[in-house]
T-cell receptor
Framework: GENVEQHPSTLSVQEGDSAVIKCTYS??????FPWYKQELGKRPQLIID?????GEKKDQRIAVTLNKTAKHFSLHITETQPEDSAVYFC??????????FGPGTSLSVIP | GAGVSQSPSNKVTEKGKDVELRCDPI?????LYWYRQSLGQGLEFLIYFQGNSAPDKSGLPSDRFSAERTGGSVSTLTIQRTQQEDSAVYLC????????????FGEGSRLTVL
């Protein structure tokens, strides 16, 4: 089955700097890669997703890149703000199977 | 409803007792998922429903865990003879389509087994 790894497990950045979280997946059939943000004590919420027919997607300060050959994808957050502090989960799945989540990255943005 | 609703929000039980956790998905969402999140940990997949059927039960940790969904809507996750290691937040999510769509999570049910 699918296995998703995520690095780093914790990340601290200064406000205004960029943050990068990297994930790898094992199932070459995976074609859907969402990212969820979970603030402390709250439910996970989708922030951006990418499908295998594109290599990059951007939404304001957030961007995701996908390298299907290497089976890895990354989340980039630019101009970080304190409200970006949260746990971020990457996930991978296919149109016929479940979405498997990575272990999460705890991001702290220091004012 | 406006969002995914889960009950109870908190449950404290004694070891060996059975518990039922309920999930009411967003109206019209055909796919429903259960995940488990232990303290400070990731999202562990438990089971997935498409309509009333469960094509994937591979994540259920043991035969003490079972789930059902009736009427293509409400789902119940049952844990029999609870153990301390079952303590976690149980998250339910629904999706309009199958897996390749946004998951809308509930607030979760926090289970504490004493």
């Amino acid at each position: 089955g699918e296995n998703v790894e995520q690095h780093p497990s914790t990340l601290s950045v200064q406000e205004g700097d960029s943050a990068v979280i990297k994930c790898t997946y094992s199932d070459s059939a995976s074609n859907y890669f969402p990212w969820y943000k979970q603030e402390l004590g709250k439910r996970p919420q989708l922030i951006i997703d990418i499908r295998s027919n594109v290599g990059e997607k951007k939404d304001q300060r957030i961007a995701v890149t996908l390298n299907k050959t290497a089976k890895h994808f990354s989340l980039h957050i630019t101009e970080t703000q304190p409200e970006d502090s949260a746990v971020y989960f990457c996930a991978a799945g296919t149109s016929y199977d479940k979405v498997i989540f990575g272990p999460g990255t705890s991001l702290s943005v220091i004012p | 409803g406006a969002g995914v609703s889960q009950s109870p929000s908190n449950k404290v039980t004694e070891k060996g007792k059975d518990v039922e956790l309920r999930c009411d998905p967003i109206s019209g969402h055909t796919a429903l998922y259960w995940y488990r999140q232990s303290l400070g940990q990731g999202l562990e997949f438990l089971i997935y429903f498409q309509g009333n059927s469960a094509p994937d039960k591979s994540g259920l940790p043991s035969d003490r865990f079972s789930a059902e969904r009736t009427g293509g809507s409400v789902s119940t996750l049952t844990i029999q003879r609870t153990q301390q290691e079952d303590s976690a937040v149980y998250l339910c999510a629904s999706s309009l389509l199958s897996w390749t769509g946004e998951l809308f999570f509930g607030e979760g049910s926090r289970l504490t087994v004493l």
